[in-house]
């Protein structure tokens, strides 16, 4: 009883430990950003390429809009920094109940994985979706009308579109978690593959502009991120295992599927996508 409630107390104070961490690392990335401040609206302002109004820079119509743009540009680095942290710390609790092997493949594939996931979505969306939509969206008037964009519209667009492709990049990683649990088989997978097509160019119509090229550069990567994660749920197929190694593999597995599933739901509420943001 004592020993339980020793280790017991061990855990509770590496969950404290981690989540001061957490926070420092929000804190600082949140102050970094703030004191960054105009690089990181440059940075973000660059796809549009001076067509957000008469002088190439967005408008604000309000005395708290640009306060309350850069607030949530702050934030929203903070999160965003603080994300690798968040990862690893999560990792490190679970490090006393896991087996060499299973430790080497969460630091060494699962964690360096996610988040090669994730700064491609933001590159892909950065350098090739925004220039594109942008360009499409802001020169349709031309010659009719003259754009005026405020600062906080620009910035809700930048942002949903960037999160909303890190969460698309995740899929192969999804595929193979999903494979590796039993959820979906590989072989299920492959038999929806001819379906695949179609989905990715309906939701790509569903949150792009109606423009042949930007629909077309998003559903293209989605179908190949599809077929890296076939790849990938062939690979995390279960094999031949004792029966309590299984279901204690299975278990740490789905607590990880479980903080990554509510990590993307987080993430699309936070885009205002599921009526949050």
């Known amino acids: 009883m004592a020993t339980n409630r020793t280790a017991l107390q061990r ?3 590496g969950v404290r430990r981690q989540l001061l961490w957490i926070l420092i690392s929000f804190g600082v990335c949140t102050a970094l950003t703030w004191y960054y401040r105009e690089g990181v609206f440059a940075f973000l302002l660059a796809p ?3 067509m957000l109004g008469p002088n190439g820079v ?3 119509t309000a005395p708290t809009e640009m306060f309350s743009a850069t607030m949530l540009l702050s934030i929203t680095g903070g999160i965003i920094g603080s994300l690798p942290m968040v990862m690893v710390g999560f990792s490190r609790l679970l490090i006393p109940f896991l087996l060499s092997g299973e430790r080497r493949f969460i630091f060494w594939f699962f964690l360096p994985t996610a988040l090669l ?4 979505g933001l590159a892909f969306a950065y350098y090739a979706l925004l220039p594109v939509g942008l360009n499409f969206l802001l020169g349709f008037g031309a010659g009719i009308a003259t754009p005026m964009i405020r600062i906080s519209e620009y910035m809700g667009l930048v942002t949903r579109m960037l999160l909303l492709m890190v969460v698309a ?7 193979y978690a999903m494979s590796r649990l039993r959820v979906v088989s590989h072989q299920r997978m492959r038999r929806i593959r001819k379906f695949v097509p179609f989905a990715a160019l309906f939701f790509a119509i569903m949150i792009t502009p109606p423009d042949g090229a930007t629909t077309l550069i ?3 990567p989605l179908t190949v991120l599809y077929e890296v994660g076939l790849l990938l ?4 197929r279960p094999r031949e295992q004792t029966r309590r190694n299984s279901l204690r593999m299975a278990l740490i597995e789905a607590v990880f599927l479980s903080v990554v599933i509510a990590g993307v739901v987080a993430i699309l509420w936070y885009a205002g996508v599921l009526g949050g943001g």
């Open 117 to 120: 996931c994730a700064f491609a």
């Open 48 to 50: 549009s390429r001076g």
């Open 11 to 13: 855990f509770s104070g």
């Open 58 to 60: 967005p408008i604000f």
């Open 218 to 220: 998003i559903a293209l």
């Open 233 to 236: 749920a062939w690979m995390g």
């Open 169 to 175: 990049f995740e899929l192969p990683l999804m595929m």
